[in-house]
């Protein structure tokens, strides 16, 4: 197994620093060969250091952030001030060749203005994608991107998002031809407006990609697609809504069960059944979006991720670095719609 | 209590004209002042007067219709050819001042294609929109438009959308001033395209608005805001990515307790809390989205609605005559938005 050096932004979260400290040493257990490099103030890299046992000590070093960056801080201004900050310093460490990837739970549009500029697209990628795995009816997960790196996007955008998603979904679960579809309003050609029914076109046309055409809201979910494909803002938007209703249908069954003596032993006779539910949906394990399209592996950690989910994040990026999907998405870019 | 006359298309839907015949019976047997005239084929028509009971023969009178819209049929041919249809009857019926509404479980765009022409938009209205009772975690209902009566919309169709389901919550459920909110992919002012940051600008200025600012697509559900304004694409989306996640719940509590016969038990105990949950969360009562801003009141049905979805979106339709929705719209419209 290669060595892997992984650079971890453990500031700017809201939980603060001290959410990553069992994950990282969680994660430095499982992976013998991973070396970390936390990017934190002095204060939270002394708190780590001690924190961890002596055992692990030697796997993980440091750099001390002069700067956090805040999580309402708008990108552009994180970006022109920000350069001592942890964020900024992980993403250099990859730029600099000493990390192979970094995780990070801070401010979402800071990190991918930050990511964007210091890491730069791969060849024949205008802009870097949000992606996420979602559980599905049928346990088989599906890739949903963008989940909001950009708002605005175009039919060639949505184009490089369904080649990326595919071979990330082909790398990371040897799936050999991912099913890919659009989102949209509708199954028909005739929905959807003027920039989906060019992507539509530009699908079809793509060597090299197993395009099934669009697919609607609930189809995310359906488990008869590997990769789901639309713009920043209807993805963030969409992904945001079924958090919202899962979380509701979670309240439901809380609250029914509390009504009365009854119904409360009932609910506890029911908690093995809901635990094993929960497992399966835990957003835990859900949690760390890729950024992708980028040449260097920037993942994402939910800003209230728990120890568990902080603990994912960082597998996901130790996952995505042994399979080098930079190097893969570079490959396919090249092969399938640079060269035509 | 005013007579009502309702215009009902029973064709078009997935399930076929029969899904309507004892939703049609049980309101007219919970509404006395209620006449129906339905729009269907000759032998849908004989067949429902062959269902009712005598009684209730003289509450419903037929318009045989000599086309019906395809499910696929394109909204502009639907409307150019289809002059004969149920669908066209029912709001023909409408305009003539024969019915006081209408709902229908057809073709979605056929529908909003020629509700718009046949009943003209409010003035003051740009498009029409559709609209939707959703449950959230607080026991108060959200209401989410616009659910994709149109596909692209700039900051003033944003603006009427926010005023129109404002009234509508406010008219129907007696809320003062209801919370109206605009969808975005974050809660900082910097956040969302210019077409957004616009509406927000414009939802700020608006008199007699209760505008608390932008949600997430979480907080939907959250049951903190009246009404939700998005555009139609996001609103789609949103409304169908839920309704897939809720699904997926479901199906897991089912599969869950299948798995062997102890598992099997348990689930039997928890029955009557599913249900309980279920009929709070039951998709049939929520049936029956609403087109606002049009000089009528028209609802649309699932395609795929049961007989019961089928009586909820009639009880809609009544409700929405008996408070005059439209004269309410056009009132406030005309205070809040022509006057400035």
Chains 1, 2 share one sequence.
């Not at 939980?15 to 060969?33: E, T």
């Not at 002394?46 to 924190?51: A, G, I, R, S």
């Not at 949209?184 to 530009?202: F, M, P, R, T």
């Amino acid at each position: 197994m290669q060595k892997v050096t992984l650079a971890i932004d453990i500031m700017g979260g809201d939980r603060g620093p001290h959410i990553f400290f069992s994950a990282i040493k969680r994660v430095l257990l499982d992976f013998k060969n991973l070396h970390i490099i936390v990017c934190a103030s002095q204060q939270a890299s002394d708190e780590l250091m001690q924190f961890l046992p002596d055992i692990l000590k030697s796997k993980v070093s440091t750099r001390v952030s002069a700067q956090i960056v805040d999580m309402e801080m708008r990108p552009a201004l994180a970006l022109r001030k920000m350069t001592q900050s942890s964020m900024r310093q992980a993403l250099d460490l990859i730029k600099q060749g000493d990390a192979h990837g970094c995780v990070s739970c801070g401010n979402t549009g800071a990190l991918m203005a930050m990511a964007h500029y210091v890491l730069k697209t791969l060849p024949g990628i205008s802009r870097p994608a949000l992606v996420s795995s979602l559980p599905t009816m049928t346990h088989n997960k599906v890739l949903l991107l963008d989940l909001g790196a950009s708002i605005n996007c175009d039919a060639e955008n949505l184009l490089q998002y369904a080649v990326m998603g595919s071979v990330l979904k082909q790398s990371c679960e040897a799936i050999k031809a991912p099913k890919v579809a659009l989102l949209n309003v509708g199954e028909e050609d005739i929905k959807g407006n003027s920039d989906i029914q060019h992507a539509d076109a530009l699908l079809k046309n793509a060597e090299g990609l197993n395009y099934i055409g669009y697919v609607e809201g609930d189809d995310i979910f359906a488990g008869q697609v590997d990769v789901v494909v639309t713009d920043g803002f209807t993805g963030n938007i969409a992904l945001k809504a079924s958090e919202g209703i899962a979380k509701l249908l979670m309240h439901e069954i809380k609250s029914t069960t509390q009504q009365n003596v009854m119904t409360l032993l009932f609910g506890k006779l029911m908690l093995p059944f809901l635990k094993k539910i929960y497992q399966r949906m835990n957003p835990d394990q859900y949690n760390g979006a890729s950024l992708i399209g980028l040449r260097g592996i920037v993942i994402k950690s939910h800003g209230n991720a728990t120890a568990d989910a902080c603990y994912y994040a960082i597998k996901k990026a130790i996952a995505e670095i042994e399979i080098s999907v930079p190097d893969r998405i570079k490959t396919k870019i090249e092969k399938e719609l640079l060269e035509q």
